[in-house]
């Protein structure tokens, strides 16, 4: 099916101009409204972001210390003190350095027994929280959002997910081995995601060009996770090819 999108597409010189022009949409959003309820994402694309937003909170240009996030995924098996657990990585490029509050901080938390249970809390305190104001994605070679592979039905929220073996292989950089890389996740599911009132997809480099290509073709199908968004009515997609 195509459908007429409205997706808002704004091409970035590189990848330091990508990082600003994401960080300033949360910087406004921040200043405007302080008690927001960010949505974030992890993996290398928003490093820079995360810089940015730590060097204007540094600077006294935003707050977080009303503000409340929720991360989009966590490993299973793994805690916060695992090197590579999304935790540990959010701590390392924001919380450690920012006034956000630990208790306003909330990832999926996948080093508990019952994790459906988990997952489905995790939905509950969103909506207790008023809903997620703006929430950043990344996306995977193959058009994950989160953790939600090819394949997942849009109507999920957050749930219990294999991993594909290609999405073991891209992440393996951040384990000393395959073998150790987490074969579950728990994430926001894709329903989760649009009900966001707003959404900031970051796409950068050359080996996320068939993804763009995809999700501009205006397609929406499962086998392309990403393609879900072009039912939400505010995404704005910032890409580069330019690291
Ligand atoms: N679960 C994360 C996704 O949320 C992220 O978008 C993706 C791309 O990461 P990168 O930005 O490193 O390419 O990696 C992981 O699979």
Do not use: C
């Amino acid at each position: 099916m195509t459908t007429v999108s409205n997706i808002n597409w704004i091409e970035a010189a590189n990848y330091d101009e990508l990082s600003k022009i994401a960080a300033n949409i949360f910087k406004e959003e921040l200043q405007k409204h302080p008690e927001m309820v960010l949505g974030l994402a992890t993996g290398g694309t928003p490093e820079g972001f995360y810089k940015e937003l730590v060097e204007a909170n540094k600077a006294g240009e935003i707050s977080f210390e009303k503000a409340q996030s929720f991360n989009l995924d966590e490993y299973v098996g793994i805690n916060a003190a695992n090197k590579a657990s999304y935790h540990y990585y959010m701590d390392q490029q924001l919380f450690n350095h920012v006034d956000m509050k630990n208790d306003n901080i909330h990832l999926p938390e996948g080093d508990k027994i019952d994790l459906q249970a988990a997952a489905t809390q995790y939905d509950a305190k969103i909506e207790a929280a008023g809903g997620i104001d703006i929430q950043l994605l990344g996306i995977g070679v193959n058009g994950h959002i989160g953790f939600n592979e090819p394949g997942t039905p849009f109507a999920l929220g957050t749930n219990v997910v294999e991993l594909t073996e290609s999405t073991r292989e891209a992440n393996k950089i951040y384990f000393s081995s395959i073998e150790e890389v987490p074969t579950h996740a728990i994430t926001m599911g894709i329903q989760t995601i649009l009900n966001a009132k707003k959404v900031v997809l970051l796409i950068s480099g050359a080996s996320k060009q068939e993804a763009i290509n995809r999700l501009r073709s205006g397609v929406i199908t499962e086998d392309f996770p990403a393609s879900a968004l072009h039912n939400h009515s505010n995404v704005t997609v910032i890409y580069t090819d330019v690291k």
